[in-house]
């Protein structure tokens, strides 16, 4: 990784340094040889503190934290259901991703010191609904991280009251409201003027554009452009598998390829397999093209919230404009019903409507015609204008 040193003097290089993007888009550093842990430097890269950090965990000193080592769950305790849960087939045909993350806030609850105990060792069957609701209170700072508790506990005693298991016989979490949203259009999305300012950077012929043009003219999601590829083109069209949700159901795109599409690829140097690879050759993982791609966003100088899903907002977008039905707009960007399209075709209805109503603001008198003035004659006179 090549970083500019915060003096000006210059530009380092530093093996085994990586950038990682979490969950909420925000980028991490990273060093990490292969076949070990990753360790988090959290100095600001370029830093003379930076450069420490680097060089005490390039000569070992520095290590990554050790998972915690935990006794065996004792039975019908709340870290023994997980494990259980861990272990079915319903949080096995989980994705990945979804995976990771529900294990993450499930373990962080176990672990939760309660009166000098660790949650997890608490018998599960008297979990209450008000239990819940301190667990939810506990981040109301964060409505997205304690609505996410509720989902978890409503999924993991969803699972253990199914009477195939019967590990439970009521549901404690079904009863607590998620918290309203500080952020209820999730992503940013971009505006036309967001991406005249990328483009003006980032010239047909660069990665950094091809990037752009792949999610803008594809409306595919990052886990997705990273599979793109000449061997998914068919007849004029990119032919291919959408990854999220593909355990449960395998939903497949044929997406014309469009002509400000087809002009980039032509004009950019690609990868054999897939368009977009690293300097090395390789494709990119999904978060290290998410970090990638932040980073050709702040060459660009476009807002720094603004990252790879924002452009699926804005295809989105641009397609109810032009007239897109919902069930449209609900194929090409791989949703499971309308709702989400509906978002973006009520917004533009409205819009419309808006503009329609607006000059009936005038009321009657607003929409009568001004009458003509009189024409005066040289001399003087008032005269009456022939027909």
């Not at 039975?75 to 993450?104: E, F, H």
């Not at 990052?222 to 599979?227: A, E, G, L």
């Not at 291919?240 to 949700?245: L, N, P, R, Y």
């Not at 100088?301 to 109810?320: F, I, N, Y």
Request: a positive charge; aromatic letters at 8%; one cysteine or more.
């Amino acid at each position: 990784m090549k970083v500019r040193l915060a003096d000006g003097t210059g530009i380092r290089g530093y093996k085994f340094v990586i950038e990682d993007v979490d969950r909420h888009g925000n980028v991490r550093v990273y060093f990490r040889r292969k076949g070990q842990p990753k360790i988090r430097l959290h100095a600001k890269p370029g830093a003379v503190e930076f450069d420490r950090e680097y060089q005490s965990a390039f000569r070992g000193d520095l290590r990554a934290p050790r998972p915690a080592k935990r006794d065996p769950a004792a039975p019908d305790t709340m870290r023994w259901l997980c494990q259980q849960y861990y272990a079915s087939a319903a949080y096995q045909a989980l994705g990945n991703s979804t995976r990771k993350v529900r294990r993450g806030i499930l373990d962080g609850i176990c672990d939760r010191d309660v009166e000098g105990k660790r949650a997890g060792t608490f018998r599960y069957a008297v979990l209450q609904p008000h239990h819940v609701a301190r667990l939810r209170d506990e981040k109301a700072a964060l409505p997205e991280s304690a609505n996410g508790r509720i989902k978890a506990l409503r999924q993991l005693f969803t699972w253990a009251c199914d009477p195939s298991y019967g590990y439970a016989h009521h549901n404690p979490a079904r009863e607590v409201p998620y918290l309203k949203s500080r952020n209820p259009d999730g992503f940013k999305a971009w505006t036309e003027a967001d991406v005249a300012k990328y483009e003006a950077r980032h010239p047909v012929g660069t990665k950094a554009r091809l990037a752009l043009d792949l999610l803008l003219f594809t409306g595919v999601r990052r886990s997705d452009v990273v599979k793109l590829g000449p061997q998914m083109e068919r007849d004029g069209k990119l032919i291919f598998a959408e990854t999220k949700g593909s355990s449960r159901t395998v939903k497949t795109h044929e997406l014309p390829i469009l002509a400000p599409l087809r002009r980039s690829i032509d004009a950019t140097p690609t990868g054999h397999l897939v368009y977009l690879v690293t300097q090395f050759g390789h494709p990119h993982t999904v978060k290290g093209f998410g970090a990638w791609f932040k980073r050709r966003c702040r060459e660009a100088g476009v807002d720094r919230e603004l990252s790879a899903h924002g452009l699926r907002k804005l295809g989105a977008q641009r397609c109810a404009e032009e007239g897109a039905s919902e069930h449209a707009i609900m194929a090409l960007f791989g949703w499971a019903s309308t709702k989400q399209a509906a978002l973006y075709t009520k917004k533009v209805s409205r819009a419309r409507l808006e503009s329609e109503a607006a000059p009936l603001l005038q009321g009657r008198k607003g929409n009568e015609s001004v009458p003509l003035s009189p024409v005066i004659a040289s001399g003087g006179t008032i005269r009456a204008e022939n027909a």
